[in-house]
């Protein structure tokens, strides 16, 4: 067996499950949290770089042992700075500034309530087919907002309330999964917004989800949706 494959003896996995878990390092310019299970969350940064790449995964060493862990809770600074992010597949949480809780949900990826809310200088955001909810209020706001990609492999995808509204830059909004859920003022004022184009073979819109978009002149959706 490898290192990280070897059987603990009652004392060290004692040891690894109470006291590791909770305990916070810094790898590059990350700061993490172990939150059991072979996986880690990101609690800060210590890099000011304004494009931000978020690792889907960091090794853990204490002593002679190692583990690697998968990144799946990502706790930005509130840093307004901030003009791109890319996630990773296989984050279940994301957002700025929210509290870590062992009772949140998991089983689906999201980006948390009020996420990225008023930061005003994101431009582009790639959500990975991970991310199954954007909630209420996550890039509102988010005025040089101009381009958000989301994987053409998602299978759900829920849009909460708010959660674009006042994206003064969007012009284009393609959203590619089995089934769509599109919450009340979702899109609200986004008023240079010129195109929507929704691939699913289900869609629930929800009132004034697009309402006060004034340059939107084409709605693309498939006959066959509901």
Partial sequence: ???????????????????????????????????????????????????????????????????????????????????????????????MGFTYSESEPTSSGRIGKNGFRYCSNLKTISIPSSVKKIEAGAFEGCMSLENFEISSSASKLSIGERAFRRCDALTDIPISATKVNIGKQAFFQCRALEKISINASEIILYEEAFADCTSLTDFEIPESAE
């Fill in 1 to 95: 067996n490898s290192k990280n494959d070897r059987v603990f003896t009652s004392k060290e996995s004692y040891f690894w499950k109470v006291k590791m878990v909770e305990q916070e390092f810094t790898d590059g310019e990350w700061k993490y949290k172990i939150l059991g299970d072979h996986k880690a969350g990101i609690v800060g940064r210590t890099s000011k770089d304004a494009k931000v790449k978020i690792p889907d995964s960091v090794t853990f060493t204490y002593g002679d042992y190692s583990e690697k862990m998968s990144v799946t809770k990502v706790n930005l600074p509130d840093d307004k700075a901030i003009t791109d992010v890319e996630i990773p597949e296989g984050v279940e949480t994301l957002g």
